[in-house]
């Protein structure tokens, strides 16, 4: 991706939103966020160049027959912040990993892969960076980790979207209450739910890429460390329940930008 010389060009990374009909006051926030987005298109000179929502962008994703209806306002501001210039990339997370090419199309949206990397200009370099959701990088886990083998295999998805929705709908309850029985077992060892120095670093030297962003972990930070010798980064995205900083830009001049958001109120 290259704007023009005469544009401000933006690239904006969010993740964790898990939009939620119970939660008006994420979903309030969302529309703000695109609202702006929207408004920072329309201006001479200025331009999101593209948004990549790393994840999570819904709390539950049932199947696009299921879940289109349920999410429709929130599909309808994408598309409309993709008609207004905005390219729109979004990966799937371990709460939304059925979104499929319905959902793609109402929403304008390009689906990509876990891990995908990208080229950014960052301080005016150009840099390789690798993008994930983050949790493919949780392998102390090893019952999460399972438990993504089982549902991410292609013939299971096949199985399950083929169910009523409402078997579905049941399906899905008992596997978060297991997943809440099984975080609450491990509270006290953070390590476990966190990533793994190892295999992330196994995976970014994969993909020769000294800088990852990623969500999924809720501990927003930047980490720094050695790389095959090399400064590298792991830029760590907050989610949008107990965090307002959920942005992360590839250029410093949209810091004014970012903050615009971080400082909208609870």
């Not at 006290?188 to 000294?210: A, G, P, R, Y």
Request: charged share 20%; net charge negative.
């Amino acid at each position: 991706m290259k704007a023009s010389s005469n544009t401000l060009s933006k690239v904006l990374f969010i993740s964790d939103l898990h939009l939620d009909p119970k939660r008006s006051d994420i979903q309030s926030y969302f529309d703000q966020f695109i609202n702006t987005c929207i408004h920072d298109n329309a201006q001479p000179q200025k331009n999101i160049q593209a948004l990549y929502i790393l994840g999570d962008l819904f709390e539950v994703w049932m199947g696009d027959d299921a879940s289109i209806p349920i999410y429709q306002h929130s599909i309808t501001q994408l598309k409309q912040l993709v008609n207004s210039g905005t390219e729109l990339y979004i990966m799937r997370g371990n709460r939304d990993f059925l979104m499929g090419a319905d959902f793609a199309r109402a929403s304008g949206a390009t689906l990509i892969a876990d891990p995908y990397p990208i080229t950014l200009t960052i301080e005016h370099q150009k840099q390789a960076v690798l993008l994930s959701h983050g949790d493919i990088f949780c392998t102390d886990d090893q019952p999460y980790m399972d438990f993504r083998r089982l549902v991410r295999d292609p013939l299971w998805q096949q199985q399950f979207l083929a169910k009523p929705i409402t078997e579905r709908i049941a399906i899905a309850r008992a596997m978060r209450e297991n997943s809440i029985k099984s975080q609450s077992a491990i509270t006290t060892d953070t390590e476990i739910s966190d990533v793994n120095q190892d295999t992330l670093e196994h995976i970014m030297l994969t993909h020769q890429c000294q800088t990852l962003i990623h969500g999924h972990t809720h501990r927003p930070a930047v980490h720094q460390f050695y790389l095959h010798n090399k400064n590298a980064q792991r830029i760590v995205l907050s989610d949008w329940y107990s965090n307002k900083k959920n942005l992360w830009s590839d250029d410093e001049i949209t810091k004014k930008f970012v903050q615009k958001f971080d400082s909208l109120p609870n």
